[in-house]
């Protein structure tokens, strides 16, 4: 991954931003030689924040299934067929 300085994101930042676009590859950027921040294009990041709405969905579910809020087969069945209709 490549590192920049914040300096140069100041100063370039037309220029790197059309290079995050076009290779799609994030930029993390520095200051006083600390990460700081990532420079990632639109289409990466909104398939990130989808990605992540997945993976909170999923740990939602194990959460459910570890604290016994379970239905079974036929009770789910039953309780979406009102919303089948």
């Known amino acids: 991954m490549r ?6 994101l100041k100063r370039q930042a037309t220029e ?10 994030p930029i993390l950027i520095t200051q006083h030689g600390l990460p700081s ?6 289409e990466t990041y909104e398939l990130m924040q ?3 709405s997945v993976l909170e969905g999923i740990a939602r579910g194990e959460q459910a299934v570890a604290e016994g809020r379970v239905v079974t087969h036929d009770q789910a069945k039953a309780r979406l ?4 209709k």
């Open 37 to 42: 921040a990532y420079l990632v294009d639109v």
């Open 50 to 52: 989808q990605r992540m």
């Open 16 to 25: 790197l931003l059309s290079d995050v676009e076009r290779s799609k590859q």
């Open 3 to 8: 590192t920049e300085l914040v300096t140069t």
């Open 81 to 84: 067929a009102r919303w089948l």
